[in-house]
């Protein structure tokens, strides 16, 4: 629907910044990007094409690229959302923070009956950096039944597993 919409108007940020989402949900991280780009030119300061380019860049591993996005957007508008979080975990993780992100992500994907990607591919990235062994084992569990539902999910596994870096993807 995000594609069509935006075929029927290109200049619909709305719809624009859902279909990065939808582009970074199928690893096509070169097309999120450009879209996140283009609604950027277009509106500078539109707070949602640059927290959605700030994950593009984040799932990317360029990080330095999606702190700026993320700092923009929490600069342009303070929230209180599950995005929001995730976001400010990331800056965390970024800045080499990680106890603090692992305080902010363990109660995103800990909430019962829902799975957020995202936060737990980002939780294992912080188990990973603490050496935390056991909970990093719980987690794989989890992955493990997500994995066909998100590239980057099956490719951090597929890193486990072969003993590839993590961070950096």
């Given amino acids: 629907f995000a594609k069509h919409t935006v075929s029927l108007n290109p200049f619909n940020a709305l719809a624009s910044t859902a279909l990065i989402k939808v582009y970074v949900r199928r690893g096509m991280y ?3 990007e ?3 780009r283009k609604v950027l030119s277009q509106c500078p300061e539109y707070i ?3 927290a959605n380019l700030g994950d593009v860049y984040f799932v ?10 993320y ?4 600069d342009l508008m303070k929230t209180n959302t599950k995005g929001s979080h995730l976001r400010k975990a990331r800056l965390f993780i970024v800045d080499g923070e990680y106890a603090s992100a692992q305080t902010v992500l363990e109660p ?3 909430q019962e009956g829902t799975f957020y990607d995202d936060a737990i591919c980002d939780l294992m990235l912080v188990y990973n950096a603490l050496g935390l062994a ?6 794989v569990d989890r992955m493990e039944m997500r994995k066909t539902y998100y590239p980057r999910m099956k490719d951090m596994l597929e890193r486990i597993q072969s003993g590839r870096p993590l961070l950096g993807m």
Avoid: N, P, Q, W
């Avoid at 700092?71 to 929490?74: D, I, L, P, Q, V």
């Fill in 30 to 32: 070169s097309e999120a």
């Fill in 34 to 36: 450009d879209i996140g």
């Fill in 48 to 50: 949602l094409a640059h």
């Fill in 60 to 69: 990317m591993g360029r990080y330095d690229l999606a702190h700026d996005e």
């Fill in 71 to 74: 700092k923009s957007a929490h």
């Fill in 108 to 110: 995103l994907v800990d």
């Fill in 134 to 139: 056991k909970k990093k084992e719980e987690l």
